[in-house]
């Protein structure tokens, strides 16, 4: 008899799951039953996102590494990549002018390590959006306006 009440509770459980189980699976609506049992609904035909189909992400080749300078020592590094949103088509003028993009990135990014921004809380959004802000104008004025973003993939403060 005691051999027996857990072979029970087993069977009990399997046979609750497996209603439960049934109880919980998903229904699959066939799109004409659908339509003709709901006529009274319109059904507005599905848009697309011409901003996503017209664009295309670029991840520049290398990080940059920016030092943050305190009472004239390197007192952290912070490490940053970066990818470019550009419209579609873009991709081979941003290769081609990337040695540009690099130097006018950097300057952009020791203004603002040089203004406290990579100090303190300097993840916030105020912080962040600045310098994205200040990075897209930048890339803007090399590679014109098929630059719509600047996107900051990786963003690592390493304190010395």
């Known amino acids: 008899m005691a051999n027996l009440v857990p072979v029970l509770l ?43 189909e017209a664009a295309e992400f670029v991840k520049l080749n290398n990080q940059f590494i920016v030092p943050v300078v305190e009472n004239g020592r390197v007192a952290a590094l912070v490490v940053i990549s970066l990818s470019l949103e550009v419209t579609y088509g873009a991709r081979a003028a941003v290769y081609e ?27 916030n959004t105020t912080t962040m959006d600045s310098l994205r802000i200040a990075l897209r104008e930048t890339a803007q004025k090399v590679l014109g306006p098929d630059v719509t973003d600047v996107l900051i993939i990786d963003l690592v403060r390493q304190d010395t």
Do not use: S
Request: charged share 30%; no cysteine.
């Open 10 to 52: 087993g069977v009990v459980g399997l046979a609750l799951g497996a209603g439960a189980g049934h109880m919980m699976k998903p229904t699959v609506v066939d799109e004409a039953k659908e339509e003709a049992t709901d006529t009274t609904q319109e059904k507005k035909p599905a848009k697309k996102d011409d901003e996503n």
């Open 97 to 123: 002018r990337e040695p540009k993009i690099r130097d006018a990135f950097l300057r952009v990014l020791f203004d603002h390590a040089n203004a406290g921004g990579f100090m303190g809380t300097f993840t």
